[in-house]
């Protein structure tokens, strides 16, 4: 995935991996880069996620 900035892309998987965006979980592009710059954008949503205690929607139920 080569189009758009990190935010963006790593939005688009935030959001299909825990159904809101990143603006909404409170995690700003600044935040975003400052702890997970070193991430491909999935990565770095999933972590992000995980810093901010969300569970994930795209796993079903365990």
């Known amino acids: 995935m080569s189009n758009g900035s990190f935010y963006e ?32 954008p999935r990565d770095a949503a999933t972590e992000a996620g995980y810093a901010y205690d969300l569970d994930r929607i795209d796993l079903g139920w365990r």
Do not use: P, Y
Not at 15 to 29: M, Q, T
């Open 9 to 40: 892309q790593t939005n688009t998987h935030f959001r299909k991996a825990f159904g809101i965006s990143l603006e909404d979980a409170g995690i700003s592009e600044a935040v975003l880069l400052r702890d997970f710059h070193d991430l491909c």
